[in-house]
């Protein structure tokens, strides 16, 4: 199964999105036909330039690569000179050989496609070597794309600064790791920020290294973006909408560590209370649905997956023994999932999965500065409100 790695914590109902939308007279949005919790609306792909030449931000999924294909085709009102990947993850270059194939068959020139090679490629390939360079490069044997010299040939590589360009359209690369290392955002001359999944238009976005993703955001605020065209969810209008979208982007993020060590000061400074604080929010949430989804409600996850949180809450009875208690080992901290569960009061299995993504960044960021230690010790696994089992666990503790 493809991973998809934009992530929201909420709001609420999506934004309707068309499949394609032409938003200035250069830039075109064709949405990826990805729609998921992890996606949102799916992936924005976006076509700059004209009839003179154009230039391709983003693939899609390769399961939704046919019917995005074709309405790629269709949008195209010039010959697609240039492809550029934000990032490594599926959903932004899945579609990458179909759309070469496509393009193959139709008797059009070969693009040239570019990317960041991955800065922690060796890490890459030894955790998630279907993210990696090695193994993207594995699949475009053969395929219809105008090569490159360099690290990552067939592809063309992209640094801090570079810049590609079709007639009446620059691009400047702007890297902003945190998302993933390789994670870039691309300006235009007119001020336009492509932001990739480093900013999203709905909600929030997942994120590897903290420090190195608060830096970007504050890179992003930096360059007064005009508007903000992100990888998923809608854009932002003019330079003020994107302004206080940025802001609130970086104070969100700073508002969660708050909460998260708020939350590990509080396990700690009473041992044994972390199962009794979760058996609180598993009972307000037998009474309340809104609070058995957590905060913003079911967001992008859909009827059935609320349905199921409301469910298991009432379904369920106390768990606190299962936790450790007084001085024994885990009974002053946390698992990232149980941090989850706490932190964002929350049941919601969806939610809980993909938050886990920033809360480890958080986690690590902490560590890093010696504010939280990990250690191994025997904690319960909680899956809809029961212990589904007990075993030994990273376990993080407040120390700060």
């Known amino acids: 199964m493809a991973v998809q790695q934009a992530t929201m914590n909420g709001p609420g109902k999506l934004a309707d999105l068309p499949n394609t939308a032409q938003l ?13 919790l992890m996606t ?7 076509l700059l330039g004209g009839a003179d030449g154009q230039l391709l931000i983003d693939t899609t999924s390769e399961e939704t690569a046919g019917p995005w294909v074709d309405l790629v085709l269709s949008a ?19 579609g990458l050989v179909p759309l070469l194939d496509a393009l193959k068959a139709k008797g059009a020139p070969a693009p040239t496609v570019w990317k960041m090679p991955n800065p922690d490629e060796h890490e890459i390939i030894a955790d998630r070597p279907e993210w990696s360079d090695e193994h993207l490069l594995k699949t475009l044997g053969g395929a219809h794309l105008k090569a490159a010299a360099g690290p ?6 992209l640094k801090d600064g570079d810049t ?38 709905q909600g929030t976005t997942i994120f590897t290294d903290f420090a190195a993703y608060m830096g970007s955001l504050k890179r992003l605020l930096s360059l007064e973006p005009k508007v903000i065209y992100p990888a998923h969810g809608p854009h932002t209008p003019d330079g003020a909408t994107a302004r206080k979208h940025l802001e609130a982007y970086i104070k969100h993020r700073q508002e969660r560590e708050d909460k998260i060590v708020e939350a590990l000061r509080a396990i700690s400074s009473t041992p044994g209370s972390l199962g009794t ?47 450790p208690m007084g001085d024994a080992a885990g009974s002053r901290g ?14 919601h299995e969806g939610l809980i999965r993909a938050a886990s993504f920033p809360m480890g960044g958080h986690l690590q960021k902490l560590e890093t500065e010696g504010r939280v230690k990990r250690s191994r010790a025997v904690m319960p696994t909680v899956v809809d409100w029961k212990v589904t089992e007990n075993s030994e666990q990273d376990v993080y503790e407040w120390v700060g």
Do not use: W
């Not at 990032?87 to 932004?92: L, S």
């Not at 945190?178 to 492509?194: K, P, Q, R, Y």
């Open 24 to 36: 200035t007279p250069t830039v075109t949005r064709v949405l990826g036909q990805n729609p998921s």
């Open 40 to 46: 949102l609306q799916g992936t924005n792909t976006y």
């Open 76 to 94: 195209l009102s010039g010959p697609l000179q240039h492809i550029v990947l934000t990032h490594r993850h599926p959903d932004h270059v899945g």
């Open 152 to 157: 990552i040939a067939p592809l063309a590589s």
């Open 164 to 201: 590609v360009s079709v007639p009446g359209v620059t691009v400047t690369v702007v890297h902003t790791p945190g998302h993933t290392a390789d994670s870039i955002s691309l300006l235009t001359d007119a001020g336009e920020v492509f932001t990739g999944d480093t900013v999203l238009g």
């Open 277 to 323: 604080k979760l058996d609180a929010i598993r009972e307000h949430a037998r009474e309340s649905p809104d609070a058995a989804v957590g905060p913003g409600g079911a967001g992008g996850a859909g009827a059935e997956m609320a349905k199921r949180a409301v469910e298991a809450a009432r379904n369920s009875s106390p768990i606190a023994s299962s936790f």
């Open 334 to 347: 946390a698992t990232l999932a149980l941090l989850c569960r706490l932190v964002y009061a929350t049941g």
